[in-house]
C-alpha cells in the first residue's frame, strides 16, 4: 500500500494563478482532510471530507476549494493563489472501527511558495 | 480553537524517560486523547491513543486520571531519534477525522 500519495511535492506560483493540490490514499478510508502548516505552527484544517460527495469547512477555509468525486481522491483547489497562502499542505486519511478515536494517516506534504 | 494545552518545550537526553503532559480541562465525553509525532518536513505519524486510565505500546505510554483534565506521553529511554514535535488532540469519536492541533511540544534528545 502506497498510503497517503500528495503531488506535487513543491510548487511556485504567482499571485492570482490557481491550481490543484492532489491528494490519493488507497486503504479505503472513509475521512479525508486537507491542513496547513505555517513555520513553526501547528497544523490547522481547512477543508475535510466525511464520505464521497459529503465536504465540509474546517478552521481556515478561505481561499480554498474541495470536492470528493471518489473515496480514493481529495483535491485542494487554490482558486486565486496569495502570499498568505505560501506554506506546507498535508492531506490526510482515516476511519474509525467501533467505539474508538481515529488514527490518522498523513501524506507528506506540498510545500507551497506564493510569489 | 484547539482544547488541549502542552509545554512549547522540553529538552531532554538520551537515554532518559521523557514525560509530555498536556492540559485538557473542557474535553467532551466522546473525545479521545491522541498523541501524534511530527519531523521536519515530514507529516505527523500517530503515536498512541486513549480514553482513560493506562494505554501503553511498542513505542510509548498514554496515562489519562480519571478526571480526564490532562494527560501524560511518557517515552522511555529516548534517543537522538526521538527529537520532534509532539501534539496532543482530544479526538472526538465520530467526528470524521477533524483533527484541531495545537503549537506542540518540540522535544529536543540531547546527547
Known amino acids: 500500500n502506497a498510503g497517503v500519495t500528495q503531488t506535487p511535492k513543491f510548487q511556485v506560483l504567482k499571485t492570482g494563478q490557481s491550481m490543484t493540490l492532489q491528494c490519493a490514499q488507497d486503504?479505503?478510508?472513509?475521512?479525508m482532510s486537507w491542513y496547513r502548516q505555517d513555520p513553526g505552527m501547528g497544523l490547522r484544517l481547512i477543508h475535510y471530507s466525511v464520505g464521497a460527495g459529503i465536504t465540509d469547512q474546517g478552521e481556515v477555509p478561505n481561499g480554498y476549494n474541495v470536492s470528493r468525486s471518489t473515496t480514493e481522491d481529495f483535491p485542494l483547489r487554490l482558486l486565486s493563489a496569495a502570499p498568505s497562502q505560501t506554506s506546507v499542505y498535508f492531506c490526510?486519511?482515516?476511519?474509525?472501527?467501533?467505539?474508538?478515536?481515529?488514527?490518522?494517516?498523513f501524506g507528506q506534504g506540498t510545500r507551497l511558495t506564493v510569489v | 480553537l484547539a482544547k488541549t494545552t502542552q509545554p512549547i518545550s522540553m529538552d531532554s537526553y538520551e537515554g532518559q524517560e521523557v514525560n509530555i503532559t498536556c492540559s485538557h480541562n473542557n474535553i467532551a465525553t466522546n473525545d479521545y486523547i491522541t498523541w501524534y509525532q511530527q519531523f521536519p518536513s515530514q507529516g505527523p505519524r500517530f503515536i498512541i491513543q486513549?480514553?482513560?486510565t493506562k494505554v501503553t505500546n511498542e513505542v510509548a505510554s498514554l496515562f489519562i486520571p480519571a478526571d480526564r483534565k490532562s494527560s501524560t506521553l511518557s517515552l522511555p529511554r529516548v534517543s537522538l531519534s526521538d527529537t520532534a514535535v509532539y501534539y496532543c488532540l482530544a479526538d472526538p469519536y465520530n467526528q470524521g477525522g477533524k483533527l484541531i492541533f495545537g503549537q506542540g511540544t518540540e522535544l529536543s534528545v540531547k546527547p
Open positions: 486513549g480514553y482513560k
Open positions: 490526510a486519511s482515516s476511519y474509525e472501527e467501533g467505539m474508538v478515536g481515529t488514527e490518522a494517516f
Open positions: 486503504m479505503n478510508h472513509e475521512y
